[in-house]
């Protein structure tokens, strides 16, 4: 099992950098089971709060990833999606 960590940061001041960051969160997927069905598993993938970020002209985000296994892990990050909603 790895500890995954993400942060994001917002450009302000449109110098193309991020100048207000969120702290690390700790972010995991989800699991349940389908009701009906014995080995189907719905997933809920990990969510990153950025609700305390001010509005900007650009955005950074960055991912840490703690291995804290015994064993060699080689996790597989395929897929970041960043959705805008007021």
């Known amino acids: 099992m ?5 942060r994001a940061g917002v450009d302000t001041d449109k110098d193309s950098r991020a100048d ?3 702290d ?3 972010v995991k997927e989800s699991y349940d089971y389908t009701p009906g069905f014995a080995k189907q598993v719905a997933k809920t993938p990990a969510k ?3 609700t305390s970020l001010p509005e900007g002209h650009g955005f950074q985000f960055e ?3 703690t291995d ?3 064993n060699a ?3 597989i990050i ?3 999606q960043v959705l805008f909603t007021k």
């Open 63 to 65: 991912i840490r990833i």
């Open 2 to 6: 790895e500890d995954v960590e993400a």
């Open 24 to 26: 690390w969160q700790l």
């Open 48 to 50: 990153l709060d950025l």
């Open 73 to 75: 892990s080689k996790p």
């Open 20 to 22: 207000k960051w969120r």
């Open 78 to 80: 395929d897929r970041v």
């Open 68 to 70: 804290t296994t015994e």
